[in-house]
């Protein structure tokens, strides 16, 4: 029973006109499903080839055929809008009959880009594999899937391409009556079951064989958790690429339980056209991940890592008060008077013993004991940088000097240990005379 006779007798008993759509046949939900993992697809896609040419720059074969692959699947992707457009979803005999051209015309494109791309990225992930593979029993059965693989894709790739002598009978059965089609042609009801059935169980196998391929090479007891849950993960999403080969067979056999049903292709194709979209674009990113991830993973490292710049301000607190009776040899830790005077210049300290120094949570603590040795002859200072007076010294007297020699070190009586405390001054030339003095006081 050929296509004609069929629809004629389709249309004698109609199905239900206003039967609710499935959620499969919805125009929103063919286009939401199948656009949203194109575009994660393409993502893939184009991140692979980013790392390898630009990255490690070695491109390769599975590249080029996964860009053949990517390709055909966004043809097949903009014929999903063409044939939704013209009727994809409902009823065939409630569809015009120049309607049913244009969307078997969008239908034919799709199919063939469909079974296109699946052979291509089955290809590429075995030409990826021999990248990997560079000798031993694995090698050689890969080889020989990549032989088994391109023979079959060939195959169905003309079958799909070239349905019917001429393929635009496919479409077009009126204006070509003498037209011969057989498998995806819809001749026949049996000889298009044969070919989607065939097509369907053989695409399975092969996916199943391709991703387990490789299993034993990344099995191995020496792997970290870390690798082992990347491929656990990498290997999920294979396997949702063969749960998807499977659903799309029994999407198929689903409805060719009679001729009626096969040939009403527009109501059931929906759902298995979603399914082989979503098997396509999983194989795709299943092909690409292995190739961009590292680089993803160290690129999102780099960029959540947060760095701090901590600015670290000096704030030196002079606590030395005026020349009193407590400062001359009295073992005191000083307070904090009411005079005390903050600057941000920072001063250096010159000490003869560094444990003179506490260091006190956010500011320093100047801790003097009873060695040290204050004459009342000392200058006082208003620790502003200044000075208020120097007895008996001539500051005209005193050569300009660039720095003061090292007081020798002599075995004679030693001097109790004392502090000199260098104030940052504008006066360059005053503090000279101060440096000098107190050094000559050593």
Not at 95 to 110: A, G, R
Not at 305 to 329: A, C, F
Request: overall charge positive; proline content about 7%.
């Amino acid at each position: 029973m050929d296509y004609l006779a069929i629809l004629a007798e389709m249309a004698k008993n109609p199905p239900d006109s206003n039967a609710p759509l499935p959620l499969s046949n919805k125009p929103a939900t063919m286009i939401g499903a199948t656009l949203t993992f194109h575009i994660l697809a393409w993502a893939a896609v184009l991140y692979r080839l980013h790392v390898r040419f630009f990255k490690i720059r070695d491109p390769g074969w599975d590249d080029l055929f996964v860009i053949l692959a990517a390709i055909f699947n966004f043809v097949a992707q903009v014929c999903i809008f063409g044939a939704v457009h013209w009727g994809l979803g409902k009823q065939i005999v409630f569809i015009d009959l120049s309607d049913v051209k244009n969307t078997l015309h969008w239908v034919y494109v799709q199919f063939a880009s469909y079974y296109t791309t699946a052979a291509f990225i089955k290809i590429s992930l075995l030409c990826q594999y021999l990248r990997l593979f560079k000798g031993g029993v694995l090698r050689s059965i890969c080889i020989g899937l990549l032989v088994i693989v391109s023979l079959w894709g060939a195959a169905y790739a003309f079958m799909s391409w070239v349905p019917c002598f001429p393929p635009r009978a496919f479409w077009d059965r009126t204006g070509n009556p003498g037209a011969k089609c057989y498998g995806f042609g819809l001749g026949t009801v049996g000889g298009a079951r044969a070919a989607y059935i065939s097509f369907a169980s053989t695409n399975a196998a092969l996916d199943v064989a391709i991703f387990m391929l490789p299993l034993a090479l990344y099995i191995r007891p020496s792997l970290h958790k870390r690798q082992t849950l990347a491929i656990v993960g990498l290997f999920g999403l294979g396997s949702v690429v063969v749960i998807m080969s499977f659903l799309r067979l029994w999407t198929i056999l689903k409805y060719q339980r009679t001729p009626a049903d096969a040939m009403n292709f527009t109501w059931w194709y929906p759902l298995a056209l979603i399914v082989s979209c979503l098997e396509i674009n999983f194989a795709i990113m299943c092909a690409s991940m292995p190739i961009f991830w590292p680089v993803f993973v160290q690129s999102m490292s780099q960029m959540f890592v947060v760095t701090k710049e901590v600015e670290v301000r000096v704030e030196y607190e002079d606590r030395l008060g005026p020349d009193t009776p407590q400062m001359r040899g009295e073992e005191f830790e000083m307070s904090r008077p009411p005079s005390i005077m903050k600057t941000s210049r920072p001063v250096s300290v010159r000490s003869v013993r560094p444990d003179s120094f506490k260091s006190g949570g956010s500011e320093e603590r100047l801790t003097r004991r009873s060695e040290k040795s204050w004459y009342d002859d000392s200058p006082e200072f208003d620790y502003s940088g200044s000075y208020k007076s120097i007895p008996e010294v001539s500051f005209a007297a005193m050569p300009e000097i660039e720095a003061f020699p090292e007081v020798p070190k002599t075995p004679k009586t030693p001097k109790t240990p004392h502090t000199v405390f260098e104030y940052g001054s504008d006066d360059a030339t005053s503090m000279d005379h101060i440096r000098r003095w107190e050094t000559s006081r050593l």
